[in-house]
């Protein structure tokens, strides 16, 4: 059986991981503006505060796990009240050591490792909006072997490094997520696979997305009325199941596309679930603003910039 969580990682296709040390003591407090790009940390010793907008603030402590899969902007800080020193994330250098904030003097009050990523998907917004804008795991120690072994492997200059990076991020976001409280998570993925009727008909759709699927016989398969499943896809996961579906498609097909080996625009039509290569071609422009074969030319021609 498909496995929609491993898929969607995988669609996401994380890469360009960049990591640092991050440590506070006395009165001190950093305000990050949106950056949209993932981002991570497990905490290594101590206590801090992490208020990230929209959310209701929360207290690291050791052995805690934090990801924020479009990184919105957010304080970290001490317990003493201080105004946070501002900081752009899109023009921060990578420190060549730990970077302290507040006094420099004695042990620190809060160390963490941190880091960030991006996804090199044309649908990352997407997949990311079906995402919590928080993940906060306690207790979950496999989250911080991995944080330390994408620390050193970022930092060493090894054959293969992007390759192992891409792999270990992609080991990293699964553990963390599924260690969450999905059934309590904000509408979306999580949500949607937490409820094990509505898991069933995410899971076929992922296994057979070239079938014909209607509510009805997804609701069937789901053990439920149509009316009732409707209402609790829509609720669970924050899309109707048929927008889920489409969307779930088409970011297949962009993934095909932008393939330098991508198969013809009628292949990639029947993966799909349609019937012709015309009729993926209208429904494509319709979704994605541009004609298939103008799309894939577009992303041969400039692939995704790196990181800077």
């Known amino acids: 059986m498909s496995d929609p969580l491993a898929e969607f990682i995988e669609l996401l296709r994380p890469r360009a991981v960049f990591s640092k040390v991050i440590s506070g003591a006395g009165a001190w407090g950093v305000r990050y503006s949106a950056f949209g790009h993932p981002s991570f940390c497990t905490m290594l010793e101590g206590q801090c505060l992490l208020a990230v907008e929209g959310q209701e603030p929360v207290t690291l402590e050791a052995g805690d796990f934090v990801l924020m899969p479009a990184t919105p902007g957010f304080v970290l800080s001490g317990f003493e009240p201080v105004a946070p020193v501002f900081l752009d994330p899109t023009l921060a250098t990578a420190p060549q050591s730990e970077l302290r904030h507040g006094s420099l003097d004695g042990p620190p009050d809060a160390r963490m490792l941190g880091g960030y990523f991006a996804f090199d998907s044309p649908d990352a917004h997407l997949l990311v909006s079906l995402l919590p804008t928080l993940l906060h795991v306690r207790g979950i120690e496999r989250l911080s072997v991995l944080v330390q072994l994408v620390r050193e492997e970022s930092t060493a200059q090894q054959p293969g490094r992007d390759l192992v990076l891409a792999r270990l991020v992609e080991v990293l976001l699964i553990e963390a997520l599924r260690s969450t409280g999905a059934a309590t998570a904000s509408p979306g993925l999580l949500r949607g696979l937490a409820d094990t009727r509505l898991a069933v008909a995410m899971h076929l759709m992922h296994e057979e997305p070239a079938r014909t699927w209607t509510v009805e016989e997804?609701?069937?398969?789901?053990?439920?009325?149509?009316?009732?499943?409707?209402?609790?896809?829509?609720?669970?996961?924050?899309?109707?199941?048929?927008?889920?579906?489409?969307?779930?498609?088409?970011?297949?097909?962009?993934?095909?596309?932008?393939?330098?080996?991508?198969?013809?625009?009628?292949?990639?039509?029947?993966?799909?679930?349609?019937?012709?290569?015309?009729?993926?071609?209208?429904?494509?422009?319709?979704?994605?603003?541009?004609?298939?074969?103008?799309?894939?030319?577009?992303?041969?021609?400039?692939?995704?910039?790196?990181?800077?």
Request: hydrophobic share 45%; glycine share 4%; net charge positive.
């Open 218 to 308: 997804l609701a069937t398969h789901a053990a439920l009325s149509r009316s009732a499943f409707f209402n609790r896809f829509s609720s669970a996961v924050g899309l109707r199941p048929m927008e889920y579906l489409l969307a779930w498609r088409m970011a297949l097909a962009k993934d095909l596309l932008r393939r330098h080996d991508a198969p013809a625009i009628a292949e990639i039509a029947e993966r799909v679930g349609y019937s012709s290569a015309s009729t993926f071609s209208t429904a494509f422009s319709r979704h994605v603003g541009q004609a298939p074969g103008r799309y894939a030319r577009a992303r041969v021609a400039a692939p995704e910039e790196a990181l800077s």
